[in-house]
């Protein structure tokens, strides 16, 4: 054990946000602490922190252990460079080097009577510096920053002139290099680009002690995590697994505690019309064996009905008109800032039903390629077509398309005019605004709340091009799954950009990696990227060297060349494959069907003396049965092909 909280309580305003959570941490192991927005997670981890103190309970940590703690925001006041404050971390281990150094010199010039105490000093150095790895320590400080995305030449930049974002990055790379038994990490991925989450997975996955980690990100949590810890309406319980694994057991025990609840009610029930029924017949033996069964009833024991949590975001997308099969040309598209050069010579088509993810390290251009679809930019070169019919919706991270001195309400009504106050509260109380929620300016709301604002304004819109940038930022987990959903079953186009790798991979159909200036092409989800990265860019670099050309010249288009007959080759089977599989599954229900209507007609009194009909029945199950098994089979086979 390097971590155990027991009966933990906390109340805010006289409103109890968790009550006895009691967790066990180990060492080395890797655990998630998650729940919806305000449900208490960074409250908790304050609390094992010991930055917050708890109403009842306990938080234990093993005997000499230590901890670490990562803030959402964690504003280092230091003058110091980079460099220079990540190595105030391991300054012991360099004093004992320069020890160990001037030690050698020592030794050389000592006579023999010091050199006993000089060589007991020396060993006792050697020792600790192996302990410490201390000949790895500069060359494991840099790699912690480039792996968080800083490039050498910010090495020197003073501390005191970064963002936030940035500083929280150096604070990491502090805890990172401390290497404490156990640290505990509030949205780490919130200021990483892709390159560092998956640096930041790699190393947390080869980090020998203990990690509790609070994150949205439910990709990283899948990578990472062996338990979750859910915080659900003040109460927290312990689930073995990583995040997919965990929503699918909670799931389950939510069905099976509102089934056993329905079931005792429904028991209750009849039970309580039969007590009425036997009263109503107002004779003693009636009345006696009432009482009787009331009293058995008394002794029920009653099941509290499950708590359902908020409602969900009701959330789809609808297209008022079909677009043509062309949706988007872009030609010859470059843009720069400066002599910051983002692409250059870009050829994409996208086409209508495309759910286009767009992925690349931040700073490279993503979101300005949206802003210049949506002339928010211009470029400095190439052009853009749309195609027939095409309608676009855009969603803006910042979501500066909201007016932030209307009310909520008036910001869909006067977007929507045509819709009556109950219209527009109705749409709103499906975006969890209810009653005076309604009123409140667009100034004062969350991140969360803005984004849930510009959705519905999207839904609103029946666009058949819809263009969303990080739409999953901000939103709770179910919100993000809600949002998965509306876009899979979608038929129209939409074309994103997101960090977010979990949603990237439940509802990409293609995606778009901009690197070195250009755009990589992938017919696929994000798991298809991850498999096919290194054959697609090492594809382009010998195009490029084949053709002659810098690698710059070549676009997206070469790349669908190389692998568009395989991806659909893959597409064509696995469409067969679950065709056969639903034909197997019918044939299935057809059959248990006919075999259940038989097993019924054997019951059946008027039948028990036909030994005709029950000889036919028989002959007819006779000859369902083999037939059900080889079905069977065939199915799990089919199901169990990769």
């Given amino acids: 054990m390097v971590l155990s909280t027991g009966n933990i309580s906390k109340s805010f305003a006289g409103e109890k946000l968790i009550e006895g959570a009691s967790i066990l941490i180990n060492e080395g192991e890797k655990a998630a602490l998650v729940g919806i927005n305000g449900s208490g997670k960074t409250t908790f981890l304050k609390i094992i922190a010991g930055e917050l103190s708890p109403d009842e309970g306990i938080v234990t940590f093993a005997k ?10 964690n504003d280092i006041d230091t003058n110091l460079s980079i460099e220079e404050e990540l190595t105030t971390v391991i300054k012991p281990i360099l004093d004992m080097e320069e020890r160990f150094i001037k030690l050698q010199e020592e030794i050389s010039k000592a006579d ?3 050199l006993e105490e000089l060589y007991l000093e020396y060993d006792r150095l050697q020792h600790e510096l192996e302990l410490n790895n201390a000949y790895m320590a500069k060359s494991k400080l840099i790699g912690i920053l480039k792996g968080l995305g800083f490039i050498e030449e910010e090495f020197s930049r003073k501390v005191s002139t970064l963002s936030g974002g ?23 991925t919130n200021h990483l680009d892709l390159s560092s989450i998956e640096w930041l997975e790699s190393y947390l996955n ?34 073995n697994g990583n995040y997919t694994e965990f929503t699918k057991k909670k799931k389950e025990l939510k069905e099976t505690a509102m089934r056993a609840y329905l079931n005792r009610e429904a028991e209750i029930k009849r039970q309580e019309e039969v007590i009425e029924k036997l009263k109503s017949f107002n004779r003693e033996k009636s009345v006696k064996r009432a009482e009787s069964r009331q009293k058995a009833l008394d002794k029920i024991e009653r099941i509290d009905k499950p708590i359902e949590e908020k409602s969900d975001m009701n959330l789809f997308f609808s297209q008022s008109i079909e677009s043509g099969q062309d949706v988007l040309h872009i030609e010859g598209l470059s843009k720069s800032f400066g002599h910051r050069k983002l692409f250059e010579n870009v050829n994409i088509d996208i086409k209508r039903g495309e759910h286009v993810a767009i992925l690349g390290d931040n700073g490279t251009g993503k979101t300005t390629l949206l802003k210049i679809l949506n002339n928010i930019i211009e470029p400095d070169s190439g052009y853009i077509h749309f195609g027939t019919n095409v309608c676009m919706a855009y969603y803006d991270q910042e979501h500066q398309v909201l007016n932030q001195d209307k009310t909520i309400f008036d910001e869909i009504h006067d977007e929507y005019p045509d819709m009556n106050n109950t219209e527009v509260r109705n749409v709103l109380a499906s975006f969890l605004f209810t009653q005076d929620e309604v009123f409140k300016p667009i100034s004062s709301l969350s991140g969360g709340e803005r984004g849930r604002v510009s959705l519905a304004k999207i839904m609103l819109s029946t666009a058949n091009l819809i263009v969303l940038d990080e739409p999953t930022n901000h939103l709770d987990m179910v919100s993000k799954e809600v949002l998965e959903n509306a876009i899979r ?71 669908t060349k190389l692998n568009w007959k395989s991806a659909k080759e893959d597409r064509a089977k696995l469409k067969k494959r679950q065709n056969a599989i639903k ?60």
């Fill in 64 to 73: 000499n252990s230590s901890f670490a703690y990562l803030k959402q925001i």
């Fill in 206 to 239: 080869n980090y020998k002690k203990a990690v509790l980690i609070v994150s949205h990100d439910r990709y990283f949590l899948d990578k990472i995590v062996t338990k979750v810890i859910d915080i659900d309406n003040k109460k927290v319980e312990t689930y």
């Fill in 166 to 188: 940035q500083k929280t990055r150096v604070y990491l790379a502090k805890i990172l290099l401390s290497e404490p038994d156990i640290i505990l990490l509030d949205e780490p």
């Fill in 112 to 114: 023999e009577k010091g």
């Fill in 583 to 642: 034909r197997c599954e019918d044939k299935i229900s057809v059959l248990e069907k006919e075999l259940s209507d038989i097993e019924e007609e054997f019951l059946k009194e008027e039948n028990q003396s036909d030994a005709v009909k029950l000889h036919a029945l028989q002959i007819k199950k006779e000859e369902i049965e083999p037939e059900l098994e080889e079905l069977y089979n065939l199915w799990e086979e089919l199901s169990s092909e990769s």
């Fill in 489 to 559: 079953e979608f038929k129209g186009t939409v074309i994103y950009v997101s960090h977010d790798r979990y949603f990237i991979n439940q509802t990409a159909t293609r995606i778009l990696n901009l690197k070195d200036n250009k755009f990589y092409n992938y017919i696929g989800n994000y798991d298809y990227y991850l498999e096919k990265k290194a054959d697609v860019e090492s594809s382009f670099i010998y195009a490029a060297q084949a053709d002659n050309k810098p690698e710059a010249d070549v676009n997206a288009e070469s790349e």
